[in-house]
């Protein structure tokens, strides 16, 4: 099976930065994408961004231009390089990679286990 270990969040003022990281690690064969959603009390779930095998990314225009996302591929790793943090930016932060494993080819979801960010005013 395929875990994704989360780390980093917390809690930060109005204007400061956070490094979100995530792994992933298991029987994987390949990554076709990683990113971040995130949730906050009585919201859905949203798309914070996304990152391509090939380096495309997705970024919600809620956060563009404050965010970015890199991935390390050697380390199956994604990070979510958070500035300019504002109050609304409180949630819930998932990891989230879509991964084929050497016994199902074909790739599925799978979710980190989530990490609070709040942000004060």
């Known amino acids: 099976q395929v875990q994704l270990e989360q780390s980093g969040g917390g809690l930060v003022q109005a204007g400061g930065s956070l490094r979100l990281s995530c792994s992933a690690s298991?029987?994987?064969?390949?990554?076709?994408?990683m990113g971040w959603y995130r949730q906050s009390p009585g919201k859905r779930r949203e798309l914070v961004a996304k990152?391509?095998?090939?380096?495309?990314?997705n970024i919600a225009d809620s956060v563009k231009g404050r965010f970015t996302i890199s991935r390390d591929d050697a380390k199956n790793t994604v990070y979510l390089h958070m500035n300019s943090l504002k109050p609304e930016d409180t949630a819930v932060y998932y990891c989230?990679?879509?991964?084929?494993?050497?016994?199902?080819?074909?790739?599925?979801?799978?979710w980190g286990q989530g990490t609070q960010v709040t942000v004060s005013s």
């Open positions: 298991g029987n994987i064969y390949s990554i076709t994408t």
């Open positions: 990152i391509t095998s090939s380096g495309s990314t």
């Open positions: 989230n990679g879509v991964i084929s494993t050497t016994t199902a080819w074909h790739p599925a979801d799978y």
